[in-house]
């Protein structure tokens, strides 16, 4: 399986699935114009992983998203615990924020709370 | 209890009732009606389970989307605040730049309409030059807090009419006063000779005002001033270093219009024969003796600015020019249509003529 590397833009995040390394990270600042059309591979790398693999690890470090990136976030989220629940995959997030930007770490608490078969960490920096 | 969660409930209760209800009854026990009966309401039960697990998980989602879309909202409103904040301040300390520099810089810099780096380029502008004749001397004479007042009201006054006929004001000296037109924007070389010599008019009223206005305070020393304006090529932009930069202009015939200034009577205006081609038609100006110049081998032509032809009510009735070397007055309510006076006049105006050319 290839490995999938986005660069990071001034609208997206940089993305880096490496396959070797079982690991996923998801950095910088996401409000693409077309969220669903950005985050489409990732979501297809996630899937094809799975087929074969069955630990996990996600970092993700944003400075900001907008909206549709929390919704992303969401379904991102959703499609682990569903992983996690129906195929007992091992899966962590880490959800990483500055220790000064407390918004983010309200986010990482946000989305922690639907979470109940993935370990997610919030890690401060 | 929101809306979501009691259609939840109520669908669940009605999955469990259904569990119930679906005991085994005595009547089709065994049956092959009763099988199929279980079979089929085992299907649906399932996916109506299925349907409702999805609904749950939506409404959860959902339900978390509008928390997090007011995060977002809550986020944007204080990155508004923020802002505002900065743009507040940012508009306070470009207001206080602005009594620091030239409008037409201002807008320059603070409009993106050129970029703040040291490069420049050559143009024709029209340079302005004035002095305070007898300052110094005054300086000697008033308190500090008398002679800063003074010069602060001066300037200020000047400053005014500077731009109020949109010259770029480029630098005060002391009581010096140096402007330029042209640049950044051009309304043409004429237009802009034009007014710079409107500007020096306007500023030679303002100064008799202003000398009567310091007389009734107690500041009775008569000041005037001394103007000199040249129109020629300069080399004009951003000079210094990265950090600290002066948009301003230089070359020879920036240090034709500070001569032109230096050797003007008080009161005067004095302009360079450029100058003087593209305005003459608007105003009237009288010759004056050739100043050198240091750097120009010919000593240079001077005009002496009068004022508007409209406000010279008295040109037609009485033409009067002198300097050191000479001076020649008419009459003309006497000539008039005396065409023996007319006569004698352009005789000996001829004879004058004569002279000046024998004499070279």
New interface residues.
Partial sequence: MTDLVIEGADRTPSIQCLFALANIKLAGKSYPENTGKFYAPLMEWINQFFSTENTLTVDIELIYFNSSTSKFMLDLFESLEDFADDDGKNITVNWRYDEDNETMLEYGEEFEEDIEHIQFNLISL | MDKEQKIIEEAEAILESSQKDSSPDAEYVGTERRKKWLKDDFSLRTEYSSLLKHYK?MS??LN??V???D??QN?MNALNQELEHEKDHFQKVSEQISNYISPQIYDMVFKGEKDVKLENSRKKLTIFFSDVAGFTALTEQLDPETMTSVLNHYLEEMSDIVLKHGGTLDKFIGDAIMVFFGDPVSHGDQSDAVAAVNMALDMRAKMNELREEWARDGVGVQLQIRMGINTGFCTVGNFGSKKRMDYTILGSQVNLASRMESVANEGEILISEDTYNLVKSDVCCFPKVPVSVKGIAQPVQTYQVMDYYNNLPDVTDLFKVSSEAFSVTANFTKIGRNDLEKTHLLSVLQQMINLVEYRK
């Fill in positions: 998980k959860k989602k978390r989307m928390k997090l879309t995060m977002h986020e």
